[in-house]
């Protein structure tokens, strides 16, 4: 099992950037795929990025060519680096874990990301 907690959230203006952080607690890090999800007021919760295992990149449409995902596994973390932010992307966003042979996700409590116009 793996604690995750998300930091780096706050208030930009469009344009701005920010990089999120997701921390992780406990063992085989390195043998969990992780992602970054986010959730907007009435919206369902969407994929935003993933990066597997062995360090392969995913993105939702919407943020392909703005944000990053990376990790660093020595660090046990993950994270989210975000460009050209726009007032659409403000949401809770969330960083969770998968590991390698299981279906069961955790999750971190959510950084919220608001991006003014």
């Known amino acids: 099992q793996v604690q995750l907690v998300e930091s780096g959230g706050g208030l930009v203006q469009a344009g701005g950037s920010l990089r999120l952080s997701c921390a992780a607690s406990?063992?085989?890090?390195?043998?969990?795929?992780m992602g970054w999800y986010r959730q907007a007021p009435g919206k369902q919760r969407e994929l935003v990025a993933i990066?597997?295992?062995?360090?392969?990149?995913n993105y939702a449409d919407s943020v392909k060519g703005r944000f990053t995902i990376s990790r660093d596994n020595a660090k046990n973390s993950v994270y989210l680096q975000m460009n050209s932010l726009k007032p659409e992307d403000t949401a809770l966003y969330y960083c969770?874990?998968?590991?390698?042979?299981?279906?069961?996700?955790?999750w971190g409590q959510g950084t919220q990301v608001t991006v003014s116009s």
């Open positions: 969770a874990a998968r590991r390698f042979g299981s279906n069961d996700d955790y």
């Open positions: 990066i597997s295992i062995g360090g392969s990149t």
């Open positions: 406990g063992s085989s890090f390195s043998l969990h795929n």
